[in-house]
């Protein structure tokens, strides 16, 4: 899945979940000074951040296919070790990192399972690898989970992201167990995030990032008008939260 936007359309769009998801992840994964960390699609650095405010821009690697994020994570994080590659390929020699983390990163991969295999490959024995990914499963609890049961009820065929790798409940400890990794703990991570109006929400879903932006972007003027008056039906006026659940898994290398 190709992520070539615009760094700022992305934080408007995932990246008011993905910032705080990345401080409960990086909690949740241990992440402490003098810790080598690799933050695996990094987009635009949600996660980053919070990996180099724990050990400092020395000590984080960050890597990710799209090279407009890539050089946006440069910007942020200057003088950060960030490269442009994917999970499955992972630009590094074996046993580089104590901890390597995958926040909102698993479902997209083309090869899960040689994405995290990558990742404990490139972690030191007895380093943490981490995976988070939205659950956007039955539960439908993921940031995009309305907009996607709205789709569904405008057209019963339209491709959505649950059928994608780890976003259903143990999928992820599946793809931990097939990698070989030990000791692996499973939870949830949920965040809050607030909007001060149904035009915050939802401009950014008509940007065209990942497949329910692009699915937006592809709709005509009038089944898009439909979509986006479906969806203000489900959402109060004026101010209001959103909760979003994501599945969490760590494990041994
Ligand atoms: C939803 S974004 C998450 C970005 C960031 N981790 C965050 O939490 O905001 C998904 C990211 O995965 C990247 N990605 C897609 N396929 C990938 C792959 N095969 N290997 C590594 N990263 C990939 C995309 O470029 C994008 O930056």
Redesign the pocket.
């Known amino acids: 899945?190709?992520?070539e936007v615009p760094p700022d359309a992305?934080t408007r769009f995932?990246?008011r979940y993905?910032?705080p998801?990345?401080a409960l992840f990086a909690d949740a994964a241990g992440v402490s000074g003098g810790q080598r960390v690799l933050?695996?699609?990094?987009?635009?650095?949600?996660?980053t951040s919070h990996l180099v405010a724990r050990v400092g821009v020395d000590r984080v690697s960050a890597?990710?296919?799209?090279s407009s994020?890539v050089d946006g994570t440069r910007a942020r994080f200057p003088g950060i070790d960030a490269r442009q590659?994917?999970?499955?390929d992972l630009p590094y020699e074996s046993d580089s990192f104590d901890v390597a983390l995958?926040?909102?990163?698993v479902h997209?991969?083309?090869d899960a399972d040689r994405?995290v295999a990558e990742m404990a490959r490139v972690t030191r024995s007895d380093g943490t690898v981490g995976a988070c990914v939205w659950d956007l499963g039955p539960n439908e609890r993921g940031p995009i989970s309305l907009l996607w049961r709205m789709v569904r009820e405008l057209d019963p065929d339209a491709q959505d992201e649950s059928q994608l790798a780890g976003v259903r409940e143990d999928e992820l400890v599946t793809l931990f167990t097939n990698a070989g990794l030990g000791d692996i703990d499973s939870s949830e991570l949920t965040v809050r995030v607030a909007y001060t109006s149904f035009e915050e929400w939802w401009e950014p879903n008509t940007f065209g990032i990942?497949p329910a932006g692009i699915y937006v972007a592809s709709l005509s003027p009038e089944r898009r008008a439909a979509l986006r008056e479906r969806c203000a039906a489900e959402l109060p006026d004026g101010q209001f939260e959103l909760e979003a659940t994501a599945w969490c898994a760590l494990g041994r290398s």
Do not use: I, K, R, W
């Open positions: 899945m190709s992520f992305y995932m990246g993905s910032e998801l990345g933050d695996v699609g990094c987009g635009p650095g949600a996660l890597v990710d296919p799209s994020f590659g994917v999970a499955e995958a926040q909102l990163v997209f991969m083309t994405g990942g």
